[in-house]
T-cell receptor
Framework: DAGITQSPRHKVTETGTPVTLRCHQT?????MYWYRQDPGHGLRLIHY???????DKGEVSDGYSVSRSKTEDFLLTLESATSSQTSVYFC??????????????FGEGSRLTVL | LAKTTQPISMDSYEGQEVNITCSHN???????ITWYQQFPSQGPRFIIQ???TKVTNEVASLFIPADRKSSTLSLPRVSLSDTAVYYC?????????????FGSGTQLTVLP
């Protein structure tokens, strides 16, 4: 299995508080992604990164920011959490040189509940 | 970006062959087609990938017609443990940083 660790795995917080989720990889993959998964919506891309300090928005980026200061870490921040951000968040990585074009490796997910 | 369309759900019985079709009318010339499987409380995992014609591995086969506007994932002789959500994804070419979007996937339920 790809070396991807998400933390925390579970978090309960209150509306209006900032939250940071961390994705750590040991594969030295260039690309990293944050997705959220909600019933009936499948996986939706929040933000992605194609290198250190190089990030871009996905389809549901409002209310989220990201940072990537090191190859191995990709942080997702909810600046002021809302109940609509209650979800399961998945981190993924990929590497163009991995042998399969665009294959994504996913972490175990972080379940966030905003009360 | 190529958008994909899949059936929302499918039921099958143990031992049967299951075919899940994905439509991707706007697929680009350099795009690959990738299928993922997701079990509850886990992240998706890669099943198979192809560009054209047929690809087979130890888990599944992938059929892609000449126009590449659709693809069919074939799971031979399914078992209860194949119950999962299956996603079709039009994958980026190597070296590109396109956005990767998943649709809602197909919930496959294998019945005894």
């Amino acid at each position: 299995d790809a070396g991807i660790t998400q933390s925390p795995r579970h978090k309960v917080t209150e509306t209006g508080t900032p939250v940071t989720l961390r994705c750590h990889q040991t594969e030295n993959h260039r690309y990293m992604y944050w997705y959220r998964q909600d019933p009936g919506h499948g996986l939706r891309l929040i933000h992605y990164s194609y290198g250190v300090k190089d990030t871009d928005k996905g389809e549901v980026s409002d209310g989220y920011s990201v940072s990537r200061s090191k190859t191995e870490d990709f942080l997702l921040t909810l600046e002021s959490a809302t109940s609509s951000q209650t979800s399961v968040y998945f981190c993924a990585i990929s590497d163009p040189g991995s042998g399969r074009t665009g294959e994504l490796f996913f972490g175990e997910g972080s379940r966030l509940t905003v009360l | 970006l190529a958008k994909t369309t899949q059936p929302i759900s499918m039921d099958s019985y143990e031992g049967q062959e299951v075919n899940i079709t994905c439509s991707h009318n706007n697929i680009a010339t350099n795009d690959y087609i990738t299928w993922y499987q997701q079990f509850p409380s886990q992240g998706p995992r890669f099943i198979i990938q192809g560009y054209k014609t047929k690809v087979t591995n130890e888990v599944a086969s992938l059929f892609i017609p000449a126009d590449r506007k659709s693809s069919t994932l074939s799971l031979p002789r399914v078992s209860l443990s194949d119950t999962a959500v299956y996603y079709c994804l039009v994958a980026l070419p190597a070296g590109s940083a396109r956005q990767l979007t998943f649709g809602s996937g197909t919930q496959l339920t294998v019945l005894p």
